[in-house]
């Protein structure tokens, strides 16, 4: 039997409803950077998938220290 992939499936499917509402409206907008990061664990512990369509790894790192500004940003809360 095969890794269940669902909850990968479900987090990326509402992200892509949230862009479809919060654009919704216009017509000038498209899909740019994407990168994903999947935890795989097991029996013999974990490891980290990280897929892009950039195909420069510097980009791709880029990116994904935006995420983390925007992630800490929003652990301090409106008005931190």
């Given at each position: 039997?095969?890794?269940?992939?669902?909850?990968?499936?479900?987090?990326?499917?509402?992200?892509?409803?949230?862009?479809?509402?919060?654009?919704?409206?216009?017509?000038?907008?498209?899909?740019?950077?994407?990168?994903?990061?999947?935890?795989?664990?097991?029996?013999?512990?974990s490891?980290?998938?990280?897929?892009?369509?950039?195909?420069?790894?510097?980009?791709?790192?880029?990116?994904?220290?935006?995420?983390?500004?925007?992630?800490?940003?929003?652990?301090?809360?409106?008005?931190?």
């Open positions: 039997m095969g890794i269940d992939t669902t909850s990968a499936g479900k987090v990326i499917a509402a992200q892509m409803e949230a862009i479809e509402k919060d654009y919704e409206d216009t017509d000038d907008h498209q899909i740019g950077a994407v990168v994903t990061i999947v935890e795989v664990s097991g029996p013999n512990g490891e980290f998938r990280v897929r892009n369509n950039l195909g420069n790894p510097f980009m791709a790192l880029g990116i994904m220290r935006i995420a983390e500004h925007q992630l800490l940003a929003g652990m301090q809360g409106p008005g931190a």
